[in-house]
C-alpha cells in the first residue's frame, strides 16, 4: 500500500504522470492497435460494398449487417488509434472538441452494433419460427436501424455532456466529470453494461436457443423435398454465422464492462502502474471485436466469400470461379399471372415465356402421375432452374449458399407451402 500511496501522491502533488511506458512497449502497442484498425477499417468497407453493389444481397439480415459493420469500422477509425495513444502516454492530444466525441461514439457505436444482432436474431426467430407472419420490409428495416441509432445517441449523451478535459503541468487529462464522480460514474457504466450487452444477449440466446432446437431437433413432418432439405441447411448455415458473431461479440466485451465495473468499485486499483497494461490489453481485446465480422463471413458464408475474391480479384493468387459470379448474380422468379406469362429476369436479361394452354394441361397431367417428391423436384426445377448451384468443381450444392437472407427468406414460405413473391 505503500506505493500506492506514494503513486498517489505523484498524482495530487507534482502531477507528473507516472504511467510513461518505455518506447519498446508503446512500439508494440502502437502496432497491435494499428493491426487492428487497418483490418476492422478495409474489411468492414468490403462488406458494405459487397451488400450495396449486389442486388440479391440486399435482404433483411443483410441490411442490419451494413449496420453493423458501418459501426465497426468507425469505431476502429475514429477511436482505436486515439485510444492507444492515450493508454499508452496518459496525456491527451486531441483538444476539448475531440475529448467529447472520444466518450461518446464508442458507446454509440456499440449499441448500435449489438443491437443490430439483437435484430437479426429477431428476425431470423420470426422467419424461422412463424413463417407465415408477415417480415420486415426494406422500409420497414431501415426505420429500425433509424431508432437504433437514436436510441444509441440518448445513451451515450450524458458521456458528450460531462466530458471535458483538465490540463497539468507536465500533461492532459480527457475524463467523464460527472456531478457525483463516484457515485454516478459507476451506475453509469452498470446502465451501460446492462443496456448494451445483458439485456441484448438475454434476448439473442433465447431466440436463437429457440431456433436451433426447430432447425437441429428433428425434421419437419410432410417435407421431405430436396428443395426442403437444401434450404433447411442455408438456415442452420446463416443461423451458425450469426451465433459465432454474437458468441466473439460476447467474448470482446465481456472483460471491458468487468474493468469497469471493478475499477469503479475498488478505485485504489487505478493507481497500480500496472493497471495501464491491463487497461491497453482490455481495450485492445473490445476493439479487435471490429475486425472479426468480415473474417467470419468470408469463411462461413459463400455469398460473402465470392463477394470478397471479386474484391481481391486484383491479386494474382484469387481465382473467381464461375460459381462465385453465380452467387452474386441477381435471380428474380415472379409468379404465374391469369395470363400463364412469367417474367424471369436475371441480371440485365429478361426473357419472357408464354406457355401454350393445350401444352400446359398436358404437362400438368403427366406431373400429376408422378409421384410426391418428383412433382415437388419438378416444380422446384420449372421454378428455378439453378436451384442446385454449382457442381463439384465450382463448390457451392443444392442450399448451399446461405447467401445472408437470401434463399434462407425464401425458403420459409416453400416450407409453409406458400408461394414467394420472389427470390432475392
Known amino acids: 500500500m505503500a506505493a500506492v500511496a506514494q503513486n498517489v501522491s505523484n498524482m495530487t502533488g507534482n502531477y507528473t504522470n507516472q504511467f510513461v511506458l518505455p518506447p519498446w512497449c508503446v512500439a508494440l502497442w502502437s502496432l497491435a492497435y494499428s493491426s487492428v484498425v487497418a483490418v476492422a ?11 450495396l453493389a449486389h442486388k440479391r444481397m440486399r435482404t433483411v ?3 442490419f449487417l451494413l449496420n453493423l459493420a458501418f459501426s ?14 492515450y493508454g499508452a502516454h496518459r496525456n491527451w492530444y486531441f483538444g476539448e472538441a475531440y475529448c467529447k466525441f472520444h466518450n461518446f461514439f464508442p458507446v454509440t457505436a456499440m449499441f448500435a452494433s449489438i443491437y443490430s444482432m439483437t435484430a437479426i436474431s429477431v428476425d431470423r426467430y420470426m422467419a424461422i419460427i412463424h413463417p407465415l407472419k408477415p417480415r420486415l420490409s426494406a422500409t420497414a428495416t431501415k426505420v429500425v436501424i433509424v431508432c437504433i441509432w437514436v436510441l444509441a445517441v440518448v445513451l451515450a449523451f450524458p458521456n458528450c455532456f460531462y466530458s471535458t478535459i483538465k490540463r497539468f503541468p507536465h ?21 451501460v453494461a446492462v443496456l448494451v450487452y445483458l439485456l441484448p ?4 440466446g433465447i431466440t436463437y436457443t429457440i431456433v436451433g432446437v426447430t432447425l437441429w431437433g428433428g425434421e419437419i413432418p410432410g417435407n421431405s423435398s430436396d428443395n426442403y432439405h437444401g434450404q433447411l441447411k442455408a438456415k442452420r448455415k446463416v443461423v451458425k454465422m450469426m451465433i459465432i458473431v454474437v458468441l466473439t461479440f460476447a467474448l470482446c466485451w465481456l472483460p471491458y464492462h468487468l474493468y469497469f465495473i471493478v475499477t469503479g468499485l ?42 470478397f475474391k471479386r474484391a481481391f480479384r486484383w491479386c494474382p493468387f484469387i481465382k473467381v470461379s464461375s460459381c462465385d459470379e453465380l452467387e452474386l448474380r441477381t435471380t428474380r422468379l415472379h409468379p404465374p399471372r391469369q395470363s400463364s406469362m412469367y417474367t424471369l429476369s436475371r441480371m440485365e436479361s429478361s426473357v419472357v415465356v408464354t406457355s401454350d394452354p393445350a401444352n400446359a394441361d398436358r404437362a400438368t397431367t403427366a406431373l400429376r402421375n408422378q409421384p410426391l417428391a418428383a412433382q415437388k423436384k419438378s416444380y422446384i426445377t420449372a421454378r428455378h432452374p439453378d436451384i442446385g448451384g454449382c457442381d463439384k468443381n465450382g463448390g457451392s450444392a443444392n442450399g448451399g449458399g446461405s447467401g445472408g437472407g437470401g434463399e434462407d427468406d425464401a425458403s420459409s414460405a416453400y416450407a409453409s407451402g406458400v408461394q414467394p413473391k420472389e427470390f432475392s
Open 171 to 191: 500533461r492532459t487529462r480527457c475524463y467523464v466529470a460527472w456531478p457525483r464522480q463516484g457515485q454516478d460514474s459507476f451506475m453509469y457504466h452498470i446502465i
Open 72 to 85: 465497426d469500422a468507425s469505431v476502429a477509425a475514429f477511436n482505436a488509434v486515439v485510444n492507444s495513444i
Open 61 to 63: 439480415t443483410n441490411y
Open 41 to 51: 477499417v478495409f474489411g468492414n468497407l468490403v462488406v458494405i460494398w459487397i451488400i
Open 266 to 307: 475498488h478505485k485504489w486499483l487505478t493507481t497500480l502502474t500496472y493497471i495501464q497494461q491491463v487497461y491497453l490489453s482490455v481495450m485492445w481485446l473490445a476493439m479487435s471485436s471490429t475486425m472479426y465480422n468480415p473474417i467470419i463471413y468470408c469463411c462461413l458464408n459463400s455469398r460473402f466469400r465470392a463477394g
Open 201 to 204: 444477449l438475454v434476448v439473442m
